[in-house]
T-cell receptor, first 115, second 111 residues
Framework: GAVVSQHPSRVICKSGTSVKIECRSL??????MFWYRQFPKKSLMLMAT?????????EQGVEKDKFLINHASLTLSTLTVTSAHPEDSSFYIC???????????FGPGTRLTVT | QKEVEQDPGPLSVPEGAIVSLNCTYS??????FMWYRQYSRKGPELLMY????GNKEDGRFTAQVDKSSKYISLFIRDSQPSDSATYLC???????????FGTGTRLQVFP
């Protein structure tokens, strides 16, 4: 399967600061990238879908001004958590897909802890 | 009712056992079905991908889809301790539709 990387793997930040997470598809061009959030013992919750060169589509209940997504190229998407609060602490996972979404390849995830 | 239901487990089996993991769903529009394996603190890894009803085999893994019953299964033969992970089912209505995930079943295979 395709390889997707995420950076950083773990980040601790103070409340009120912003954090950027990068997602890269290393061996294929990802037309679409997805950002998920996962709580302990819960399933993946889709936050947004981003297509290269266009604005991300956010799921209902996800604040677009708080979770800024940029998909500048076919191999890179970034998620910026702005003005982070402790309730934003979670496991954030990206995935990448080609023209169809049925086969998605996931990154290793980023553990965000906001103190 | 959730769109996708999956027993969270944990499921604990001895090495060598046959494991059956299951998901049910309510949306008859779902056409694409996947199984992902997720190790602790890692991202999900695609294991199996099926489109039609019936069985699909890959090594020790067999995915089964029964669209009439809205029921999918993943069988693991000769289970190994390295199979210990959370298994997530996922499905979508179209190949450009978002995936809907089950909550995952935690499997533990003990030596």
């Amino acid at each position: 399967g395709a390889v997707v990387s995420q950076h950083p793997s773990r980040v601790i930040c103070k409340s009120g600061t912003s954090v950027k997470i990068e997602c890269r598809s290393l061996d294929f061009q990802a037309t679409t990238m997805f950002w998920y959030r996962q709580f302990p013992k819960k399933s993946l919750m889709l936050m947004a879908t981003s297509n290269e060169g266009s604005k991300a589509t956010y799921e209902q209940g996800v604040e677009k001004d708080k979770f800024l997504i940029n998909h500048a190229s076919l191999t890179l998407s970034t998620l910026t958590v702005t003005s982070a609060h402790p309730e934003d602490s979670s496991f954030y996972i990206c995935s990448a897909a080609g023209p169809t979404y049925d086969e998605q390849y996931f990154g290793p995830g980023t553990r965000l802890t906001v103190t | 009712q959730k769109e996708v239901e999956q027993d969270p487990g944990p499921l604990s089996v001895p090495e060598g056992a046959i494991v059956s993991l299951n998901c049910t769903y309510s949306n008859s529009a779902f056409q694409y079905f996947m199984w992902y394996r997720q190790y602790s603190r890692k991202g999900p890894e695609l294991l199996m991908y099926t489109y039609s009803s019936g069985n699909k085999e890959d090594g020790r893994f067999t995915a089964q889809v029964d669209k009439s019953s809205k029921y999918i299964s993943l069988f693991i033969r000769d289970s190994q301790p390295s199979d210990s992970a959370t298994y997530l089912c996922a499905m979508s209505a179209g190949n450009t539709d978002k995936l809907i995930f089950g909550t995952g079943t935690r499997l533990q295979v003990f030596p």
